[in-house]
């Protein structure tokens, strides 16, 4: 799948081979959620999920990730637009192309954060309680 801006030089593709893993695990790896996470398990990530890049004409400029059964369930996850593409709408068009994605548009979608639910309520996402059990080291 791959999805063109109306007026802006970006395109959205589905296709994992497309994906830069450089600017992905750098950008990760200033967030809250994936700052301790290694470039092997960001990969490993990429591997099992179903993701989406958002790209410029100079490349990688944004990513998301969606884990899913394709059934009943979708875990959005690993949204990030680099800060030098920001304040264009593309975190908004990501979402759009996301929630619309033939896979798992007819899934029910949850994600977690701390600062972006007026992004998501606007794709229909609700704030609920959640229980997590964090990850127990093997």
Known sequence: MEARHATLPYKISDEKALL????????????YWASERT?????????????FGLYSEDGQAGFVRVVSDYATISWVCDVFVDPGHRGKGL???LMEVMVEHPDIRHTSM??????AHGLYEQYGFT??????????EA
């Open 20 to 31: 830069d893993i450089e600017p992905i695990s750098d950008w990760l790896s200033t967030t």
């Open 39 to 51: 470039k092997e398990m960001i990969i490993k990530s990429i591997e099992n999920s179903l993701c």
């Open 91 to 93: 975190s908004k068009w």
């Open 110 to 115: 949850i994600l977690a954060t701390r600062d």
């Open 127 to 136: 704030r609920r309680e959640m229980m997590r059990r964090p990850v127990i």
